[in-house]
């Protein structure tokens, strides 16, 4: 998956634990996943919906979008 939209597909959580000498080791502690299992390391991720952005209209058509799609989905939660 590396189309236009998709993401870098930096999945790992990663902590940085300090030693005695004063330097540190980092080791990765888990991956991403997806809502459906899927891994995204190194593969990334495409958007389910993708809202172009307009650079001349002053509105943010991607925040209204979203919430548009939010509400839409609490609506449909509700019933």
């Known amino acids: 998956m590396s189309g236009l939209w998709s993401s ?7 902590q940085v634990y300090s030693l005695s ?3 540190a080791v980092m080791i990765s502690t888990s991956e991403y996943y997806t809502p459906n299992g899927r891994v995204i ?19 943010d058509i991607q925040l209204e979008a979203a919430v548009d799609l939010l509400l839409k989905r609490d609506t449909v939660n509700k019933n």
Not at 8 to 13: E, H, I
Not at 51 to 58: G, L, N, R, W
């Open 41 to 59: 390391n190194n593969v990334g991720i495409e958007p389910d919906i993708i809202i172009p952005i307009d650079k001349e209209v002053e509105d």
């Open 21 to 23: 000498d004063d330097s």
């Open 8 to 14: 870098f597909g930096k999945g790992l959580v990663q």
